[in-house]
């Protein structure tokens, strides 16, 4: 089964909200971190459980912010023309780490020596950042991670992400990328949001394909007449 998402009414409501409240939210993080440190190097009693939790949980307040504020609308969004498997090869170096605690391999293809288009480098480095950690998470230690990058038509390029994890029931897939879905524990429901509205703004489009108990396949297509005009 495929499906074609495109969630953008919802997304530029969101986004313009994001970007205030992420804001707002940033700068009592930082006084809180600051004194949390100043208060954990005074006590002199062993409170170090509590002050994990308390990291962890600031850790988490961080990450949700983060995704937060990618939706905000881009002041100054550059694009270039770049490598798409320069940019592909630097996200998978840096989730090996990642990876190989879990012993996973990557296995990566790439179908021409280069791809260039038009792009947000480190915007488009997020979206497969979170598309491949969302693999990891579902693949067992010892499992691999396929990576695919081909020429889908002489205008598009198709990047392929495939786990051979849970996989995701039929009914949950038009659910991907709506704010705060998420099906785990410490999840937080933004990471494909995000990624569907940066690949909207790159005038692409993601395809899921997924068989509950086989694993799951996230393609993007993505436009490479990619004109900066255009924008
Ligand atoms: P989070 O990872 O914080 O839960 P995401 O937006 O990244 O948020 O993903 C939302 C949900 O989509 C996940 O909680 C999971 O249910 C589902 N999902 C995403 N990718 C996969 C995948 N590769 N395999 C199975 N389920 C997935
Ligand atoms: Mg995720």
Known sequence: LQEQIRKSDTLNVVGELAAGIAHEIRNP??????FIQ???DSVTEDFSNYFNVITSELKRIETIITEFLVLAKPQAMRYYKQDLNGIMRETVELLKAQALLHNIQFQASFEEEEFFLYCEGNQLKQVFINIIKNALEVTDDGGLVYIKVKREDAEHVRISIKDEGVGIPEEKIKKLG???????ERGTGLGLMVSYKIIEEHKGYVEVESQEGKGTTFHILLPLKFDYEEL
């Open 29 to 34: 993080m930082t006084a809180l971190k600051g």
């Open 38 to 40: 100043l208060l954990q």
């Open 178 to 184: 709506e704010p705060f879905y998420t099906t785990k």
